[in-house]
């Protein structure tokens, strides 16, 4: 599965962000064969269509789509020098799909700030540039490797050699690689380069419990949300602190609690949705008496593929799927009538999966 690996400064939120997600963890039941590390968290994902469906198909068991979390700590400044144990923190970062930065933007004259006090423009930046530096060195090194090659024209050494100059131009004017666009030859490159840079990347505002019904409300937020805006990153609000409190209350106080903020939803949910979104992932639904089901998927996958998450004899047997969007089967109100609509589809092996697809495969065994 995809990971996004949390980082941040020292003291913005992080641990106790991490420890509101391990607690709301997804039950391991569901998921007998994975290996949980202590710095892995598995949580639920809140979709509404799936308990909608379960309540059209009152099925044996409802089981949600899971997104994974890595608590990556301790980056500080300095990192991509190798400081400290910068490089194996790099490391860490390097081998999850999206990134998360928790940055403070709370005021707390109890807590302390490593920096001196809160500036969420600050705190991004060095990260930022931390991260800048490690991919920086590791173009200049690729590109070392590759210049000869280039100057004596071997194959498409010469366009990979301007392409990492063009990246290296970006990086020196502390640009991201993920602001850049590429074209398709230039994306096939950069899948191989692992560029800290490159990865999908949000950031989650710790803000004050106060502005939680209105985060546009707190000036430190709007600041962040505009960096975020401006280095091709997105941006959504939190209070750890109210997570960390939602964790250890019994389902019916927690409405109650969080009405008390003016809100509606833990912001838990809404980082679950907003992560599982930037990690590129989709879901498709399985129905019937036994179990409703919401599976994950990379966008742009097709129908076999798809159906190799539940088994590999699915996508090796493939015939073919019926398909039905949810909206459609929702708004005909059983998979009958939406037959008799036309709206169940018959789709083959090139049939590209959309979100919210109730999919029922057919297969040879
Ligand atoms: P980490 O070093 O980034 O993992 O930060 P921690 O999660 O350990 O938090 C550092 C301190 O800040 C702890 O004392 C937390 O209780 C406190 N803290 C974390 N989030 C909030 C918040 O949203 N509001 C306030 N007031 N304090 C917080």
């Not at 509404?48 to 949600?64: A, D, F, I, Q, W």
């Not at 705190?123 to 490690?134: H, K, P, S, Y």
Request: charged share 25%; hydrophobic share 40%; with cysteine.
């Amino acid at each position: 599965a995809l990971t996004a690996g949390i980082v941040g400064l020292p003291n913005v939120g992080k641990s106790t962000l991490f420890n509101a997600i391990t607690k709301a963890g997804a039950l391991a039941a569901n998921y007998p064969f994975a290996t949980i590390e202590p710095n892995v968290g598995m949580v639920n994902v809140p979709d509404e269509r799936l308990y909608v469906l379960s309540g059209m198909y009152n099925p044996k068991k409802t089981t949600p789509a899971v997104c994974e979390f890595t608590d990556i700590a301790g980056l500080v400044k300095g990192a991509s020098k190798g400081e400290g144990l910068g490089n194996q923190f790099l490391g860490n970062i390097r081998n999850c799909d999206a990134i998360l930065e928790v940055v403070r933007c709370f005021q707390d004259s109890n807590v302390t700030h490593v920096e001196g006090g809160v500036d969420p423009v600050r705190d991004a930046e060095i990260i930022n540039l931390e991260l800048i530096l490690a991919d920086l060195d590791s173009i200049q090194k690729r590109a070392a490797k590759l210049e000869k090659k280039a100057q004596s024209k071997v194959d498409d050494a010469p366009a990979e050699f301007a392409f990492l100059k063009r990246i290296e131009a970006c990086l020196m004017a502390e640009e991201p690689v993920r602001t850049l666009s590429l074209s398709e030859q230039e994306e096939k490159y950069i899948s191989g380069y692992q560029l800290l840079t490159a990865k999908p990347f949000m950031y989650v505002g710790n803000i004050k419990e106060d502005f939680i019904a209105d985060p546009d409300s707190d000036p430190d937020y709007l600041k962040l949300k505009a960096y975020a805006d401006k280095t091709g990153a997105k941006c959504i609000a939190i209070s750890a602190e109210i997570e960390s409190e939602l964790a250890v209350l019994e389902d019916d106080e927690k409405n109650e609690f969080l009405a008390d903020y003016g809100v509606t939803e833990p912001g838990l949910n809404k980082l679950v949705r907003a992560t599982y979104d930037l990690l590129g992932y989709a879901t498709y639904f399985t129905t019937g008496p036994d179990e409703c089901r919401a599976w994950t998927f990379r966008k742009g996958m097709l129908a076999p593929e798809c159906a190799g998450i539940i088994h590999s004899d699915f996508q090796r047997g493939f015939i073919r799927a019926e398909t039905v969007a949810y909206n459609d089967l929702v708004k005909c109100g059983s998979m009958l009538k939406a037959k008799e609509a036309g709206l169940v589809r018959q789709e083959g092996k090139d049939y590209v999966v959309q979100d919210g697809d109730v999919m029922l495969f057919k297969f040879n065994v």
